[in-house]
């Protein structure tokens, strides 16, 4: 049987209601107690208003089976009812809308049609079935629950928590024109797409059941995501509202992927697998806050620019072994602060910019590649690193407007490639590169000290390399090409010398040595800077000074070292009247023209006259001294025009062994001083001394010559001395003899 009641009146229920047949209500209908309607397979059908009896919120339950449930009026308009529990496999529809306790479609199949516009329970709703809107849409309960595929042509708006699906098929699509979905409270989504042709707003926090896609104009999340799942939005992104904010994709090989522009309010987003922002280059990605980005050792891709706001925000990025691609400019538009970034393998394909300290790391060994395409311009201290891989700028690199910045470049055994000029606009504050190879093929401009480590360096010809301010340039490799001319300043010191201590130094281009320095490169360094210092004070290989030019004047100060290693000079070593520094194992020097001089050896071969001059013009020999010559000069009255200086022996000289060789000294008014005995070991030929000083010539040992001696000054005597010819020859003291500060004897044979 049926029941049907007349429309114009009204009906009130007092209690349940069941019949085989439809249930029509045709007036407004009051519900006075809990009460439940139930047919067999067939309708239940309200054509007006449904209420609680006054004063009261009374439950509905009805169970239709197969039959459709139609509201046509408002339910609960005036007075609201309880809990509405409704059981339909074929279609429920909504005409107006709905005020109730709570409400509930437990059938899982047929369809619920919300065609009011608004449905407002103070508990729970929940859907069960397929829902459709006929209408733009408000849900407002503690929470909203749909276990099936929700489809519209409508907006959708939930006021409370929302559960889109109980499965990955239960779709979500909002079609029509500008449809927006919005949930105001936190939202658990279990389907695999949720589309809307408007926007997409997830007020609280929400949790991904799927890997999810969701499609609409901009998505907008002010909360937390979390889930072990992968996320896909199809459309412009906000992520988050504050930097508490996080996004957090666990499980397996989650990735995180956005097509459009992409707002980062959060202040960290975590996945399990890869990180792609944008699909195009036209596409932007804007910091609103200091940001952390990290992967599972899986890719991360900018395909659009990376800029911050008006202000600028940090970024830290830590992708393991994963790659890091910039495909559009960083920094171009709003550099970024303080940016710290480790991944396997980086490449920037337009301009990088960055004004807090920053530092780029790459971690695989080998293949931890970076590469910048586009120019690099530095707003602070920048460091990056390689393991053991190459690193290439293929455009310029340079500090911001604000001043000098320092920059650290630390490869391995990588190469570093410069292809376009460095600080050309603004240069570079103190700079250190190490790397297995070390290439400039552009213009250098730097301001602060700079230090270059490489086992291969080289610089381009034509091009400028610049290091000033007083500041130092010290090029360290085992091979070296200088291309042109260094550009420094009087205040700094250029220091060449080889990385690893076993290898040889040439200084001229006749000169054998793996680290080379030939004529032309002479030229290129000398005098550019201070003070020159060739070689190493750990090296252990053989330095050889050997022009193909008649000769050489080097017109700084200059510094040549070792130390176990020798020293051999086969040409003429000239500073004019600037100081000369030479230190190392055993030292062979041909003539010497320097100012002072100071000579420190396990040996010191001198093989031809040595002449210093200036008002300092001092020579001192740390070290024993092996004559190499049938005659040696040492002189500190320069032309011969200047007063002189002082000269000192540390230790014994003696000539070279088996051989006689003669010794002059003129220090004119400066001292002489000997630290230890002459001719021990093998005899002088003849000796002449000459000092004007007060103290003239001080001896510290015994004296021994074939032939005669002559001491034109006074002589001192710091120990009890001997004073011998072998062959007959005379001894010759023009001034006092004296002791110094211990009484001393004086024999003369």
């Not at 047949?21 to 047919?39: H, N, P």
């Not at 889109?164 to 029509?176: E, I, K, P, R």
């Not at 980005?293 to 990025?317: A, K, M, P, V």
């Not at 001089?597 to 024993?624: D, E, H, K, R, W």
């Amino acid at each position: 049987a049926s029941m049907t009641t007349d429309s114009g009146g009204s009906t009130k229920l007092n209690g349940n209601v069941t019949t085989g047949g439809a249930q029509q209500y045709g007036d407004a209908v009051e519900i006075s107690s809990g009460l439940s309607l139930a047919t067999t397979d067939n309708a239940v059908i309200f054509s007006g208003t449904v209420n609680s009896q006054s004063g009261e919120t009374n439950d509905l339950t009805i169970t239709a089976g197969t039959g459709q449930i139609t509201f046509t009026g408002a339910v609960g308009g005036s007075r609201g009812l309880g809990n509405i529990a409704l059981t339909s496999t074929g279609n429920t529809t909504f005409t107006s809308t709905v005020d109730a306790s709570s409400l509930v479609q437990n059938a899982s199949s047929g369809t619920t049609l919300i065609n009011g516009g608004r449905i407002t329970t103070s508990s729970t709703q929940a859907f069960n079935n397929a829902v459709s809107l006929g209408a733009d849409t408000a849900l407002s309960a503690t929470s909203v629950t749909f276990n099936h595929t929700v489809s519209a042509d409508y907006a959708l708006a939930i006021t409370g928590d929302a559960v889109f699906g109980n499965g990955a098929s239960d779709t979500v699509t909002l079609s029509g024109s500008g449809k927006n979905l919005s949930v105001s409270g936190t939202a658990t989504i279990n389907t695999d797409h949720i589309t809307s042709s408007g926007t997409q707003t997830y007020t609280g926090a929400v949790s991904l059941g799927v890997d999810t896609t969701l499609t609409g104009t901009t998505v907008t999340f002010n909360a937390n995501i979390s889930g072990a799942y992968a996320l896909a939005i199809v459309g412009h992104a906000v992520i988050g509202d504050a930097s508490s904010d996080s996004l957090v994709l666990s499980g397996t090989n989650k990735a995180l992927s956005i097509t459009g522009n992409t707002t980062l309010y959060s202040g960290t987003l975590t996945t399990s697998g890869t990180q792609t922002y944008g699909d195009a280059t036209s596409d932007s990605i804007t910091l609103k806050a200091g940001t952390s980005l990290s992967t599972s050792n899986d890719n991360l891709t900018f395909n659009g620019s990376l800029d911050s706001d008006s202000t600028n925000r940090s970024l830290n990025i830590s992708i393991g072994t994963g790659t890091l691609a910039f495909k559009a400019a960083v920094g171009a538009s709003s550099a970024l602060a303080a940016t710290t970034i480790s991944a396997g393998i980086l490449t920037a394909d337009s301009s990088v910019y960055t004004v807090g300290t920053t530092s780029i790391s790459t971690v695989n060994s080998g293949t931890g590649t970076q590469t910048y395409s586009g120019l690099v311009k530095l707003g602070g201290a920048t460091s990056f690193s390689t393991n053991n891989s190459n690193l290439t700028f293929d455009s310029t690199l340079n500090s911001d407007s604000t001043g000098a910045k320092a920059l650290t470049i630390s490869a391995g055994s990588g190469t570093v490639t410069f292809s376009g000029a460095v600080g050309n606009l603004y240069a570079l504050a103190a700079t250190t590169v190490t790397a297995g190879t070390l290439t400039f093929s552009d213009d250098f401009y730097s301001t602060g000290h700079v230090v270059l480590t490489a086992t291969t360096l080289s610089t381009t010809a034509a091009k400028v390399f610049s290091v000033i301010s007083s500041a130092n340039l010290t090029m360290t490799a085992d091979s070296l090409a200088i291309g042109a001319a260094l550009t420094g300043s009087p205040g700094g010191t250029l220091t060449i010398q080889p990385r690893a201590n076993s290898t040889t130094v040439g200084i001229g281009s006749s000169a054998a040595g793996s680290l080379a320095i030939d004529d032309t490169e002479l030229d290129y360094i000398n005098g550019k800077f201070g003070t020159l210092i060739l070689g190493s004070s750990t090296g252990t290989a053989l330095v050889t000074v050997n022009y193909t030019v008649g000769s050489f004047t080097y017109s700084q100060p200059l510094t040549l070292r070792s130390n176990t290693g020798g020293i051999t000079a086969s040409d003429i070593l000239k500073t004019g009247s600037y100081a000369l520094t030479i230190t190392g194992g055993t030292l062979t020097l041909q003539a010497v023209y320097s100012g002072t001089l100071a000579v420190t050896g396990s040996l010191i071969n001198l093989n031809s006259l040595v002449t210093t001059t200036g008002l300092a013009g001092t020579q001192t020999y740390t070290g024993p001294v092996a004559l190499g010559a049938s005659v040696i000069q040492l002189d500190t009255r320069g032309s011969g025009s200047e007063t002189g200086s002082n000269i000192s022996f540390s230790s014994t000289v003696n000539t070279s062994s088996g051989f006689y060789y003669a010794m002059t000294i003129n220090a004119g008014a400066g001292s002489v001083t000997f630290g230890g005995a002459v001719g021990n070991t093998q005899a002088l030929s003849l000796l002449t001394v000459t000092s004007t000083h007060a103290t003239g010539i001080t001896l510290t040992g015994n004296v021994t010559t074939l032939g005669n001696q002559d001491y034109f000054g006074k002589v001192l005597l710091n120990a009890d001395t001997t004073i011998a010819t072998t062959n007959n020859g005379y001894v010759n003291i023009t001034g006092t003899v004296s002791s110094g500060l211990i009484a001393s004897n004086v024999g003369v044979s």
